[in-house]
């Protein structure tokens, strides 16, 4: 039997799909039920202030760069989503005097234009320009240009990058749809019109060029846009599972800015149990052997229903 038809978009996946009491389960967390959601592989951590979770966001940066040598070079996969952490980390790297000269970096998606190539980094909305305008343009001692890898339409370059060099964290954050970069539910068509991939199948999936969930071209356009979704690409090009694999932890950082209370729950309590379902993509790091979720007490909310 067919599973239910997602109350957001019929024609797509995503957690809307998933039976009624693992929604029911998520939103009855408390603060104190999340920090008790760790487990070996899975950690849950709370900030009290957000000072402090940026300042811890930035700091993965330093500790991914600073061992880093040239027979053992090592680096850190980054978002645009927070961004409150990279001019902290500038400030780091600058005062400490990080040497970041065997440093490398991956963003981890972009936005693809209708022309079917990456958008140009004069694009608003481009990552990698936001990524060198906030962070790496303003280091005093630069990172070589060769060791800054950007997701492009042509993924066989980036894809190389991962060989041979040390990813020590993959930051992200959490999207509406509950994703990571831009690892989105599919459609609901085709051999996955009853039932989405299974988890196996998604996480074989490397970068590549994916067609974006209406929710989250709302969701850009509401943090990034002022609301335009007439701006916002619908297609993009993000780091795969494959590539997620390879880093040697993974590191969710949810300050309550971009995923909503029930989101910041849901996708906590079906990797701590073990739960895998690709309509819920975030759900499938349930499988990777180091997670954590970074949380800011503040930005939790509440799920009990209040009327605005």
């Known amino acids: 039997m067919p599973r239910k038809l997602s109350k957001i978009s019929p ?8 039976e009624d009491g693992i929604i029911r389960d998520a939103a009855a967390l408390s603060e104190k039920d999340l920090e008790q959601l ?16 940026y300042l811890a966001e930035a700091l993965e940066y330093i500790d991914a760069w600073r061992d880093a040598t040239a027979d053992n070079p090592s680096g850190i996969c980054g978002p645009i989503g927070p961004t409150e952490q990279l001019p902290l980390v500038v400030r780091l790297v600058n005062e400490l005097g990080i040497d970041v000269s065997n440093a490398h970096f991956w963003g981890m998606d972009e936005w693809i234009g209708e022309d079917g190539k990456e958008v140009s980094i004069d694009h608003p909305l481009s990552f990698e320009r936001a990524d060198r305008h906030l962070c790496f343009d303003r280091f005093k001692s630069k990172i070589p240009d060769s060791q800054l890898h950007f997701p492009k339409a042509d993924v066989s370059e980036f894809v190389a990058s991962w060989d041979g060099v040390r990813c020590r964290v993959m930051q992200g954050g959490q999207g509406d749809i509950k994703h990571w970069a831009f690892n989105d539910p599919l459609r609901r068509e085709g051999k996955y019109a009853d039932e989405p991939p ?3 199948e998604y996480r074989k999936l490397g970068t590549r060029i994916v067609e974006l969930h209406p929710i989250t071209l709302a969701q850009n356009a509401r943090t990034s846009g002022g609301g335009n979704i007439s701006m916002v690409p619908s297609k993009a090009v993000t780091v795969g599972p494959v590539e997620t694999w390879k880093a040697e932890k993974v590191s969710i950082w949810q300050a309550g800015t971009h995923d909503n209370p029930l989101g910041q729950r849901l996708t906590a309590l079906m990797i701590s149990k073990g739960i895998t379902d690709s309509s819920v ?5 349930a499988d990777h052997p180091n997670v954590q979720f970074n949380y800011y007490r503040g930005g939790l909310g509440s ?5 605005h």
């Open 11 to 18: 024609d797509w996946w995503d957690y809307t799909t998933l």
């Open 38 to 53: 760790s487990r070996p592989g899975f950690k849950v951590v709370m900030y009290d202030t957000l000072e402090d979770f």
């Open 281 to 285: 993509p975030m759900s499938l790091l």
């Open 303 to 307: 799920c009990d229903v209040e009327m």
């Open 198 to 200: 299974s988890p196996e």
